[in-house]
């Protein structure tokens, strides 16, 4: 038997009359499906429609043609629904009038439409590069007009509010690469970071250790030793990231280069111990100050050891926010010691990173390039009884 709602969402011929000389004018895909109409064809446009709403869009972009240009049409959702249409039509005239119409209202917008913007906007508007640049603008007026909500702390208060901007950051390794995205993220006041980013049902990484970095990122941004309540909150989150499925070297470099773990945890007692002994969780107590604060902390930590409500790594993409890594290559030789030094970038999630680096020989032995198999012939300099001495040191730089 047939679902009449799946009929219901079936595409249907929609014919629209138009003008086909300014048709043809207001876009280059119109005017390649005109050239392509019989001679004798009744001048209509004819289109697939899901239901009535996109059919008036339709009616719209057809008026806004007609019109030439003048007839924009009132209101924010209809205004981005004809963008969307006429970007996909290449109706470039109705989309600058739309990001114009747009970008008047930006100044009282609310957290709604400004994300709606983003989305809409982040996969690019037009080919033509000055029209790109008002998008962008937009873009860019909309993201501050946000951060703008978010640091008064008059937005997100719905649940509604808070799912969309979860879908819009995406997951956090998405986030941690995208630079507009990390200038939101930043402006997230603690409460809604407490109860909605790094909340067990909200996470959403590829690994443990992209999530100890978003934290580090809106911690080192927003936290400083001398705040009132700072490993209280610092705490808060921390409580709630699985630190035994990170690595060991990991939470030893964000010990040393990140101040927030070292407010949260100052001897490093509670952190490492717990980690490499979840049998320990009885002497926290010890570990700790004492009092009340300390009792819901170890209860808190607990949780290190509590599985997700979901699994990470549900998105097949690894993290790729990338990190600097600064080297030198010494090869020492029995009269000449060459050293190049160098800075590279890495993917920290994918375990290797590469960096390419020409070592040069000294100006007394001629200041050309040493070549692989020079290195290693026979009589090289740097072999000494068929071993050669290199040292290659890797530092990390602090973002």
Not at 19 to 33: D, G, I, N, P, V
Not at 131 to 159: F, I, P, Y
Request: with cysteine; net charge neutral.
């Amino acid at each position: 038997m047939v679902n009449p709602l799946d009929l219901m969402q079936q595409p249907r011929r929609v014919k629209l009359p138009v003008c086909t000389a300014l048709l043809a004018t207001m876009s280059e895909k119109f005017r390649a499906w005109i050239e392509h109409w019989p001679v004798n064809a009744a001048k209509e446009l004819v289109v697939q429609c899901c239901d009535e709403a996109e059919e008036a869009v339709y009616q719209r972009l057809v008026a806004f043609i007609h019109s030439i240009g003048g007839e924009v049409p009132e209101g924010f959702e209809a205004q981005v629904q004809l963008l969307l249409l006429a970007r996909e039509h290449a109706v470039e005239v109705a989309v600058l009038a739309c990001v114009q119409q747009l970008q008047q209202q930006v100044p009282t917008m609310s957290a709604t439409p400004c994300l709606t913007l983003l989305s809409v906007l982040e996969t690019g508007t037009s080919g033509h590069d000055q029209l790109q640049a008002k998008a962008d603008k937009l873009a860019a007026a909309a993201c501050d007009r946000l951060c703008k909500l978010l640091v008064a702390g008059t937005s997100m208060a719905e649940s509604g509010e808070q799912q969309q901007l979860l879908q819009y950051l995406g997951p956090m390794q998405v986030m941690l690469n995208s630079e507009r995205r990390r200038k939101l993220f930043a402006r997230i006041p603690f409460g809604l970071l407490r109860d909605c980013i790094f909340a067990d049902d909200s996470v959403d990484a590829d690994t443990e250790t992209t999530v100890l970095a978003a934290f580090a990122y809106w911690a080192e941004r927003n936290i400083k030793a001398t705040d009132p309540g700072a490993r209280e909150r610092i705490a808060t989150i921390c409580c709630r990231i699985r630190f035994p499925a990170i690595p060991v070297s990991v939470l030893w470099n964000y010990h040393m280069r990140h101040e927030f773990m070292r407010i949260f945890d100052p001897d490093k007692a509670l952190l490492f111990r717990a980690v490499a002994e979840p049998s320990v969780a009885a002497a926290w107590q010890e570990l700790l100050a004492t009092g009340g604060a300390a009792d819901t902390l170890v209860a808190n930590c607990e949780r290190w050891w509590t599985p997700r409500p979901h699994l990470l790594a549900r998105h097949s993409k690894a993290a790729d926010f990338e990190l600097q890594v600064k080297y030198a290559l010494q090869l020492c030789a029995s009269q000449s010691l060459a050293v190049k030094q160098g800075t590279k970038s890495f993917l920290p999630s994918a375990g290797c990173g590469s960096g390419k680096r020409t070592v040069k020989n000294t100006s007394q032995h001629g200041g050309q390039p040493i070549t692989w198999d020079g290195f290693w012939a026979e009589d090289s300099r740097f072999m000494h009884n068929g071993a050669a001495r290199v040292r290659l040191e890797l530092r990390m730089r602090r973002s």
